[in-house]
């Protein structure tokens, strides 16, 4: 007897997956849109809610936004758009004080020869901030310290139990030179986990005397270093001068006659 006829079971396709989204980020997460009811009738949704910066208070709602295109992480924007400003900080957060760290960029002036020479360095803008309550800070009391490059070089070579200080006088040179002296002191923390930045300023012209400190953990005080030791090439525009070299534009250098003093330019 031959054997019997093998059986195919025929079995329904499964659903088609819906797609699933992954929000990018916690604000994503938070607010999502409502799903779509099957009412034939368009029901106008609700516009999600944006939160608010935490330094809404601080930063210039006037300053224009980043440029679009680059998924608002800094690239470049696509042909024929226009270039936008971008602000960025590094800000610590503590019981008695905020501190945050905002990079400022040279300045650039035309030569006649189409060119541009750097006229002045950029810097890093410290801003302390007091706390009047739990996780809340008064900007609009707060004092404002610049590093200038070689400030921050000295910050970068500080040992586990060094220190500095640094003195400005805003209106050095000038007729008010003297009315206003502000202190920034470095240094570490009696149990060497961190350090203190302590900063202090006397203005007679606003008749006020005021000094806030912040501690810094090992931890913040290693991405400020980080940060420094990447941000001060762009200070001096080093970089800028680095992206504008065009190989097809380079021309031969002519070497002078030898001498003993160019022998090192070998």
Excluded at 85 to 110: E, H, N
Aim: positive net charge; charged residues 20%.
């Amino acid at each position: 007897m031959p054997p019997p006829a093998p059986l195919f079971l025929s079995l329904p396709s499964p659903p088609p997956l819906l797609p699933v989204h992954h929000p990018k980020s916690p604000q994503q997460a938070l607010f999502l849109s409502p799903p779509l009811t099957s009412s034939r009738k368009h029901v106008a949704l609700p516009a999600c809610p944006v939160a608010s910066p935490r330094h809404s208070d601080y930063f210039d709602p006037r300053a224009p936004p980043p440029p679009r295109g680059d998924g608002g992480y800094g690239g470049r924007p696509p042909n024929g758009a226009q270039e936008g400003r971008v602000f960025t900080s590094y800000s610590i957060y503590k019981g008695k004080a905020a501190l945050s760290f905002d990079p400022r960029p040279p300045q650039f002036v035309p030569l006649d020869s189409g060119a541009y020479k750097v006229a002045k360095e950029g810097f890093v803008l410290l801003q302390f901030a007091p706390a009047v309550a739990t996780r809340q800070y008064d900007w609009t009391r707060k004092q404002v310290f610049s590093l200038s490059v070689w400030e921050i070089g000295t910050l970068l070579t500080l040992g586990p139990t060094d220190s500095c200080e640094f003195f400005h006088d805003p209106f050095k040179g000038r007729s008010e030179e003297g009315k206003v002296r502000k202190v920034l002191k470095v240094e570490p923390t009696p149990d060497g986990n961190g350090r203190f930045f302590n900063l202090s300023v006397q203005n007679r012209l606003l008749n006020v005397d005021e000094s806030i400190y912040i501690p810094i953990t090992k931890g913040e005080f290693a991405v400020i270093v980080s940060t420094f030791n990447y941000i001060i090439p762009h200070l001096m525009g080093w970089s800028t001068f680095s992206s504008s070299i065009k190989p097809e534009e380079s021309r031969p250098y002519i070497r002078p006659q030898s001498a003993p003093e160019y022998e090192w330019r070998r």
